[in-house]
């Protein structure tokens, strides 16, 4: 079946420092992917998505390409902000008729320090 | 304004008991949700529906019942409550019938079974 690897965490960076977050899939076909956000005591938010090979998703100066060739979606980031420590996951979209059935990672703590 | 919105937020109960966790989107989705997060962040979907069908059933004991009286709601009733329950149990919805659209989650319920 689908799955998504996400790199372990914990991952801890100061303020302004460079973020990457890995994520590889498996998939049958052509999934969308995603990136959420949770931050403490919510639900999950959409952080950005790519919905076919070599689209970039990009929002709040997170960016992350869906590689058809090396089946990743990493996450990036060029300076992050404490504001930024929060839980992210990677997701892929398995199609299922009426409904969107994502398959998530197991998540990764980012903890940014001033 | 809550798009999503789940009661209640915390629930803590005995084994053995039956409870249940309600669910109201007001983004006039056709498509809604139920997925638990473990304590290890982990994130698996239990049920979807659409338009009121159930259209996805992951292996999940017959002990959790979904019910949607409409599409605006779907909630989500557990009897003969275990140990193992004890999870984040998050609501969530979709405009449904397209796999890329993002899904809007709720704030979650803390369940924990003593």
């Known amino acids: 079946g689908n799955s998504v690897t996400q790199m372990e965490g914990p991952v801890t960076l100061s303020e302004e420092a460079f973020l990457t977050i890995n994520c590889t899939y498996t998939a049958t076909g052509y999934p969308s992917l995603f990136w959420y956000v949770q931050y403490p005591g919510e639900g999950l938010q959409l952080l950005l998505k790519?919905?076919?090979?070599?689209d970039k998703g990009s929002n709040k100066g997170f960016e992350a390409t869906y590689r058809k060739e090396t089946t990743s979606f990493h996450l990036e980031k060029g300076s992050v902000q404490v504001s930024d420590s929060a839980v992210y996951f990677c997701?892929?979209?398995?199609?299922?008729?009426?409904?969107?059935?994502?398959?998530f990672g197991q998540g990764t703590r980012l903890t940014i320090n001033p | 304004d809550t798009a999503v919105s789940q009661t209640p937020k915390y629930l803590v109960t005995q084994m053995g008991n039956d409870k249940s966790i309600k669910c109201e989107q007001n983004?006039?989705?056709?498509?809604m949700y139920w997925y638990k997060q473990d304590s290890k962040k982990f994130l698996k979907i239990m049920f979807s529906y659409n338009n009121k069908e159930l259209i996805i059933n992951e292996t999940v004991p017959n002990r959790f019942s979904p019910k949607s009286p409409d599409k605006a709601h779907l909630n989500l009733h557990i009897n003969s409550l275990e140990l193992g329950d004890s999870a984040v149990y998050f609501c969530?919805?979709?405009?449904?019938?397209?796999?890329?659209?993002?899904?809007?989650f709720g704030n979650g319920t803390r369940l924990t079974v003593t």
């Open positions: 790519a919905t076919k090979a070599d």
């Open positions: 969530a919805s979709s405009p449904g019938g397209v796999n890329n659209s993002p899904l809007h």
């Open positions: 997701a892929l979209s398995d199609k299922k008729e009426g409904a969107q059935k994502l398959v």
């Open positions: 983004l006039g989705h056709d498509t």
